[in-house]
């Protein structure tokens, strides 16, 4: 096992690519070596044996030349003697090798002579060689044959003799090329011989060299299993500066971060447990299948559940919504789901928000569930389209009456002395009446806005409650109503914009004359107290439910809408003087019984002034 083991390493690896890069190294340069060498061999024996045959055509030319119309032996014994030249002095360049062959045709293709003393018995038979046949044709021939009988290749160069462009023979010079071959043969031996040597070092100094990579290596992979079972506590061990030195020393520096790492992520899993505990909305989390596996404190709150009950419950089950869909249809939900858990106690109402979990591969692994209780939004919504509403119908009502007034006056009613004033007073009032709404509109606008600038001046309060109620006295004498008043005769200071605290006076007691029956009694009491002044205005009319007692502060909210209206009230001096109020720091709230009064206490807090002589 061991041993396969060490086939699989990367030690062997390294081994093998050195080796293996050396041997091919070696192989190319072997083949390149002997190539370039053959071609040189080649190229000089052909230049030599070139060289010789140039020198015998010169003589034979001159000799077959000179010797015409001589005596047939005497031209034999000429050729033979050059052939001889040509055998001895092949034989004294290349000692230990067979000389070139050189042979004499004559113009008839009859061999005239031969320099192999072995083929003697060929001089004066015909030729039927076919390069001498071309050759006769004025054809220089040179090629590499190879010589069945010999086993070995051979050169062969074939010339025409000519004189003044007759050819007078044929020079066949054949050389073979064995020692040539022998020899590129030998020198490939020792570089084969020299490869192997080389290739056995390069592996003993292989594996000397792969030990020096492969132990850093090794302790590196014993430390990273470490690693992977949680123990970051050890180092890897650094051999030298090279470059394994310095991985094993950035080793050491990941060890080091994964350990912070590990540290700073366990830190956070902390963080956000502490965040999902404490977060506002509620988080569930589910698989892919859509059953839950997490739900936080906020989420078990708003269900009404805990999270060890609801682990592997479907999610749609827990949310109310199995019966019409199911957990793979939330998938598809980009939008919120409105969810509706109110009683006939109380509204409820909670907004769930899908977003699915992903793998970087697509499939989806679950689902984060969000929810966010939104009954007091909805409530502020459905507050806002009443008031859209309550505005629309009171801009109408006057409006329908304005135009069947006019309607009634255009058609003759002017020309009445009894309906023509009547019709235009009530016109007239709901024009009065329009006008009071809209500025009231605008006036609350303003003050959503931050548009209304109050100007603090220092004011008597119990000065300033006195004037009101004079005024209120003075225009209220045909209704028989009494006005009780309780106020101190010593000067209250507060600081304030003095008008629109009188408008909160003027809004509280117009209100308590239009509710109070004839013969009624409208109190007036201001306290002080140490640090704040309270106004109570009481009153002796209809009064308010306790169920709608929280309202009566809301913009065009009426107890009783039909008899208001008549009245002439729009439903905004209460929301007006509430906004006017905590625009200065105090606060203004309702007590009452139904048919038995309703009181209106108003706090304001003291100016410096009064402070400052308290402190006195």
Known sequence: MKIIDFFK??????????????????????????????????????????????????????????????????VQEDIDSLLSQFANSGANNDPGHSSPEARVIGSNQII???????????????????LVQRALLGNTLEEVRWD???????????????????????????????????????????????????LILNAILGILLARTITRPIADMQRQAKIMGEGDFSRRVRVYGNDEIGQLAHSFNQLTLKLKESQASTEDERKKLSSVLTHMTDGVIATDELGRIILMNKRAEQLLNKNSDEMEGTYITEALHLSETLTSSDLYDYNEAIMLDFSSEE?????QANFSIVRNEDGPVTGLITVL????????????????????????????????????ALEDGAMQDENLGPRFLQVTQNETDRMIRLVNDLLQLSRMDSD???????????????????????????????????????????????KDRIYQVFDNVLSNAVKYSPDGGEISVQMFTRADAVDVEISDQGVGIPKESQHRIFDRFYRVDKARARNLGGTGLGLAIAKEFIHAHGGRIAADSEWKKGTTILITLPYSVINKAEAGS
């Open 9 to 74: 390493s990367i030690h062997f690896k390294l081994i093998l690519i050195f080796v293996l890069l050396i041997f091919v190294a070696m192989q190319f340069i072997t083949v390149f070596f002997t190539s370039a060498l053959e071609d040189t061999l080649v190229e000089n024996f052909n230049d030599t044996l070139a060289e010789q045959t140039d020198l015998l055509e010169y003589n034979v030319q001159e000799e077959l030349t000179q010797s015409r119309g001589e005596d047939d032996n005497t």
């Open 372 to 407: 966010h209780d939104v009954t007091e939004q909805e409530k502020i919504e459905r507050e806002r389209r009443e008031f859209v509403s309550n505005v629309s119908h009171e801009l109408r009502t006057p409006l329908t009456t304005l135009k069947s007034y006019m309607e």
């Open 346 to 350: 109380q509204d409820f109402l909670l």
């Open 148 to 198: 069945a009988e010999s086993g070995h290749r051979v050169s062969l160069i074939v010339r025409p003799i000519e004189e003044d462009g007759e050819i007078l023979g044929v020079l066949y010079v054949r050389s073979d090329m064995s020692s040539v071959y022998s020899l590129v043969n030998d020198i490939s031996s020792i570089l084969i011989a020299a490869s192997i040597i080389v």
């Open 451 to 497: 548009e209304i600038s109050l100007e603090f001046f220092t004011v008597d309060l119990s000065e300033m409650i006195n004037q009101v109620i004079e005024r209120f006295e003075m225009i209220n004498k045909d209704k028989n109503i009494a006005f009780y008043k309780e106020v101190p005769s010593y000067p209250v200071y507060v600081d304030m914009d």
């Open 112 to 130: 005239l002579g031969t320099s192999n003393i072995n083929e003697q018995d060929i001089v004066n038979n015909q030729s039927n060689d076919d």
